[in-house]
């Protein structure tokens, strides 16, 4: 079974200063989709970014950036100049098939603070 | 705007009674929507696909008769959880995916409270 591992529940960063936040997965498939999702107080769930296994390249937007090891099944999310809307629960979820169908199975989630 | 729309927001029910959420596609038709719960800070867990025009796929360890799932078309999905108990509180969320644009989008979630 897929499984998917946040080992850091909280963590806490200063403002404009970086953070990365860890993510390990666990699946016998070669392809697949990983996705960082932000959950802030409203609890609507927002797609902060997505990586497709079979892209070597390393998928950035803007201030979001991820360390993706295929080969060592992790999937890090590094947050650059962070801001104080940045502060929420980050989850890393996993995505089966070479198609994003969307069933996706989630980390337990790291909760973010940022400190002006 | 919204992509996919819940309904209701929230609810606080009796014990016993049955409830049912709307999750509703506003953008584009959907074949597949998934519905998850999400117990106050933890994570999100997959219960079941929902599948328009045929049965849903229920997640193991999820009660098939408990959290009834019916497609009836491609833009809503209705999940009922049927005799509701205290430990059935919990958030509920479904999602839906584009699949032109192979984006997920997320409903914002339904509040359940069993008293």
């Known amino acids: 079974a897929q499984t998917v591992t946040q080992s850091q529940p909280e963590m806490s960063v200063q403002e404009a200063e970086t953070v990365t936040l860890s993510c390990t997965y666990d699946?016998?498939?070669?392809?697949?989709?990983l996705f960082w999702y932000k959950q802030p107080p409203s609890r609507q769930m927002i797609l902060v970014i997505r990586?497709?296994?079979?892209?070597?390249q390393n998928a950035t937007e803007n201030r979001f950036s991820v360390n993706f090891q295929k080969a060592a099944k992790s999937f890090s999310l590094k947050i650059s100049d962070s801001q104080l809307g940045d502060a929420a629960m980050y989850f890393c979820?996993?995505?089966?098939?070479?198609?994003?169908?969307?069933?996706?199975?989630f980390g337990q989630g790291t909760t973010l603070q940022v400190k002006p | 705007g919204a992509v996919v729309s819940q309904h209701p927001s929230w609810v606080i029910c009796k014990s016993g009674t049955s409830v049912k959420i709307e999750c509703r596609s506003l953008?584009?038709?959907?074949?597949?929507m998934f519905w998850y719960r999400q117990f106050p800070k933890q994570s999100l867990m997959l219960m079941a696909t929902?599948?328009?025009?045929?049965?849903?796929?229920?997640e193991q360890g999820v009660e098939k008769d408990k959290f009834l799932i019916n497609h009836a078309s491609l833009t809503l999905s209705t999940l009922t959880v049927t005799s509701a108990h205290p430990e059935d509180s919990s958030f509920y969320i479904c999602?839906?995916?584009?699949?032109?644009?192979?984006?997920?989008?997320f409903g914002p979630g339904t509040r359940l409270l069993v008293l």
């Open positions: 999602s839906v995916t584009d699949r032109v644009q192979e984006t997920q989008y």
């Open positions: 699946t016998s498939e070669s392809d697949y989709y």
């Open positions: 929902s599948n328009e025009g045929s049965k849903a796929t229920y």
């Open positions: 979820a996993y995505s089966p098939g070479s198609s994003n169908t969307g069933k996706l199975i």
């Open positions: 990586q497709e296994a079979y892209k070597q």
């Open positions: 953008d584009f038709q959907a074949t597949t």
